[in-house]
């Protein structure tokens, strides 16, 4: 699984930027997706993570200002972040795992990493 994130970039504090990841190759086996974030100096965290089937969940720090989704026909994930704030500069990460849910449990599978987009939002 190949992942390629863009939509990053620079922006005032209060705008907005949208963030996509396409992946290719097996896509298929592809199950959760998250985007993760890393400031200068800080670790990875991560922003928000979303299911195959669409339920989303998110870090205290972004609920209500950023929306994640995803349209699995299109192998393609994106982060709609609004009401950006200083705070939320750091580059950012698709992530993708190939986990199986079965009815005995979860089987964990491999993790896939794109290489990160920039976001800077000036104050």
């Known amino acids: 699984v190949h992942l390629v994130e863009s939509g990053g970039g620079l922006v005032q504090a209060g705008g907005s930027l949208r963030l996509s990841c396409v992946a290719s190759g097996s896509t298929h086996s592809i199950n959760g997706m998250g985007w993760y974030r890393q400031a200068p100096g800080k670790q990875r965290e991560v922003v928000a993570t979303i299911t195959k089937s669409g339920s989303a969940w998110y870090v205290d720090s972004v609920r209500g200002r950023f929306t994640i989704s995803r349209d699995n026909a299109k192998n393609t994930m994106y982060l709609q972040m609004n009401n950006l704030k200083p705070e939320d500069t750091a580059v950012y990460y698709c992530?993708?795992?190939?986990?199986?849910?079965?009815?005995?449990?979860?089987?964990?599978?491999?993790?896939?990493w794109g290489e990160g987009t920039l976001v800077t939002v000036s104050s």
């Open positions: 992530n993708a795992d190939t986990n199986r849910d079965l009815p005995s449990g979860r089987i964990y599978g491999a993790d896939y």
